[in-house]
């Protein structure tokens, strides 16, 4: 079963500071892989995405993120960060290779901008 | 504009009660899906949908059951709640059967059972 691994759960950063969030996957076949982020209370907000093409997608908000087949990772990246991007933020994949097309989640980082 | 729409976004209730969370969309998606997060913020799948009168247990095993009847409505029932149902349940979808795609959530319901 493919899964996701973020490994960092708390990232502090200073604002202005550019920050890179972590996420490797699992899979030795095509992955589609997506960053959402979780402002508190709320429910989850597609930051970008990766279906094919390109393996440097952006997103919104001004985060990117690159797909890297041969490391199976897929980072997520701002060069300054605002305090307005506190939030959590999670990885995750589409499971298709077993035909359920179900989305699988990594447990998350907690991105926590310092001023 | 299309949404996912969830209710209650609060819910407070006694032991032993039995409770519906509402959960809708308007894209017309054939899939549907009920997450339930812990307080560190992990999401497990509890129970997905690929359309009318299709369900299909998630990965993490629940007490709750779901329905659909409809499309555009996938709502989540606990015959009793209990306190270790307390938790955050994130409704989603997605297009349709086949297709690849990102999955559009809902606000969440917090639940709190006492």
């Known amino acids: 079963a493919q899964s996701v691994t973020q490994l960092d759960s708390q990232v502090p950063v200073f604002e202005e500071a550019p920050v890179e969030l972590r996420c490797n996957y699992s899979?030795?076949?095509?992955?589609?892989l997506f960053w959402y982020v979780q402002y508190p209370n709320q429910g989850l907000q597609l930051l970008l995405k990766?279906?094919?093409?390109?393996?440097l997608v952006k997103g919104i908000n001004g985060f990117e993120a690159e797909f890297n087949k041969s490391q199976t990772s897929f980072h997520l990246r701002k060069p300054s960060v605002h305090i307005s991007d506190t939030a959590e933020y999670f990885c995750?994949?589409?499971?298709?290779?077993?035909?359920?097309?179900?989305?699988?989640f990594g447990t998350g980082t907690r991105l926590k901008v310092l001023a | 504009e299309a949404d996912i729409y969830q209710t209650p976004r609060y819910l407070v209730i006694g032991t032993g009660k039995k409770i519906t969370l509402e959960c809708s969309q308007t894209?017309?998606?054939?899939?549907m899906y009920w997450y339930q997060q812990d307080p560190g913020m992990e999401l497990h799948l509890i129970h997905y949908?690929?359309?009318?009168?299709?369900?299909e247990k998630g990965d993490l095993s629940s007490e709750s059951t779901v329905s659909r009847i409809r499309t555009e409505h996938f709502p989540l029932t606990l015959e009793s709640a209990r306190p270790s149902h307390t938790s955050q349940y994130l409704c989603?979808?997605?297009?349709?059967?086949?297709?690849?795609?990102?999955?559009?959530f809902g606000q969440g319901t917090r639940l709190t059972v006492v």
């Open positions: 990766y279906l094919s093409g390109s393996t």
């Open positions: 949908s690929y359309g009318v009168n299709s369900t």
């Open positions: 899979s030795s076949v095509s992955v589609y």
């Open positions: 989603a979808s997605s297009e349709e059967a086949g297709a690849i795609t990102e999955a559009f």
């Open positions: 995750a994949v589409s499971d298709h290779v077993s035909g359920t097309y179900k989305y699988i």
């Open positions: 894209m017309g998606h054939d899939k």
